[in-house]
């Protein structure tokens, strides 16, 4: 296990009712900015219960709404302008990821001089945020509780992820009937997308680092429980708890510090994205077995049948036969279980006219990943994929 250094100070706030705490923003000032998507967050009633805690707390409320899937730097630039005109105090966010990390970038622009695409492409000019708070609709990023965001330039075909430890909020709320609504598309995509987190800081090289390898077997084991149970019964509250709180494990630090290298799959997806604009999770599925496969080898065999004996309880001593196995039941997990379309081609993908400059984007952006992977091992699993 390497050396680190690790800050957890989100407060969170978890369980039915727990939007009350939305009154403890006053302590940040009286202005508060709200982010949020589109319109469910009206439409569920969690809008006007927000404004009535905020109006009784006696804070001024302005709104930015309309934040994309895949949130965009324009909607960012119009926050930011938004926190400098009015003089607002912090950021609160209600929604799902990209919410959040849009929230994110504008409390950090709020605090800087230039143009926010800026702390984007350079994290290390994030120097200062305004106060951050989220109230969570989706469990899948975790960015309720990590100091991550990734942002896109769709005019350059850009989609990338910055962080500073400023960006990790204040306090979010983990309410999980807010995910009761969540459609069966996003309730796969999102599980798929904790998955990926849990593997991407899983599988490494490093030596005897049980704690966080065994943490992160465990929320392997409560996603694949509980993702299809959720999945088939939206309203079942102990199934979308715990995927709420697997989400905000799987990347809040406790298992990647001391543990993991560099990510692997999220560059790749990033550059799906950025392309295609296809729903981040799903591309994470169709990514991720296609990964699986063309890294095994005698070298990766042991580590790849270690995830298959300790969370799919597979059985036997070859470790190639043993890794072959759990890679096919991650792949049943993921496009039989869990419905996700199981290539690029299903997501609306039609050509490879990209593939070549993406991968060499991707490849630049997974040095010191688990396996190295070079532009051509890239443009060998999108064609994998597709």
């Known amino acids: 296990m390497y050396n680190f250094s ?5 407060m969170i706030h978890f369980g039915k009712g727990m939007i009350s705490h939305l009154s403890e923003l006053k302590a940040s000032g009286d202005k508060v900015l709200m982010v949020y998507g589109g319109g469910s967050i009206k439409r569920n009633g969690i809008y006007d219960s927000a404004m ?31 926190c400098k005109s009015e003089g607002l105090d912090m950021v609160l966010a ?29 994290p290390e000019k994030i120097k200062a945020a305004l106060p951050i708070y989220s109230v969570l609709t989706l469990a899948a990023t975790g960015s309720e509780m990590d100091e991550f965001a990734v942002i896109s330039d769709m005019t350059k075909n850009e989609k990338w992820g910055t962080a500073a430890p400023c960006l990790k909020p204040t306090m979010s709320i983990l309410d999980p009937t807010y995910t009761f609504s969540v459609s069966k598309k996003q309730t796969a995509a999102g599980t798929a997308d904790m998955i990926s987190h849990t593997f991407e800081n899983y599988f490494s090289f490093e030596k005897d680092a049980d704690v966080q390898k065994r943490f992160g077997e465990g929320l392997l084991k409560v996603m694949f429980k509980y993702g299809p149970i959720a999945y088939e019964h939206p309203d079942n509250y102990e199934a979308r708890a715990n995927l709420m709180w697997a989400a905000s494990n799987a990347i809040n630090g406790i298992t990647r510090v001391g543990n993991a290298p560099a990510w692997c799959v999220h560059p790749m997806e990033h550059e799906l994205s950025a392309f295609y604009d296809i729903t981040h999770g799903q591309g994470l599925a169709i990514l991720t077995p296609r990964w699986m496969e063309h890294i ?52 609306g993908i039609t050509d490879q006219t990209h593939f070549e400059k993406m991968a060499e984007k991707a490849a630049a952006g997974s040095v010191g990943c688990f396996v190295p992977l070079s532009k051509e091992d890239i443009i060998e699993i999108f064609k994998a994929a597709f």
């Not at 095994?296 to 059985?315: C, F, H, M, Q």
């Open 52 to 82: 009535k805690i905020l109006k009784d707390a006696g804070l001024t409320v302005s709104e930015l709404s309309g934040v994309e899937p895949n949130p965009k730097i324009e909607t960012v630039r119009k926050g930011v302008e938004m």
């Open 296 to 347: 095994l080898s005698d070298k990766t065999a042991p580590i790849l049948a270690e995830y298959g004996r300790n969370v799919w309880d597979l059985k036997g001593d070859d470790d190639m036969a043993v890794a072959k196995e759990a890679i096919q039941k991650t792949a049943d997990f993921l496009f039989k279980t869990m419905e996700i379309p199981s290539t690029l081609r299903a997501v």
């Open 94 to 122: 209600i929604g799902g990821g990209s919410t959040i990390d849009c929230a994110k970038v504008v409390a950090a622009g709020a605090k800087y001089d230039g143009d926010a695409w800026d702390l984007v492409i350079h």
């Open 6 to 10: 690790i800050s957890l100070p989100t």
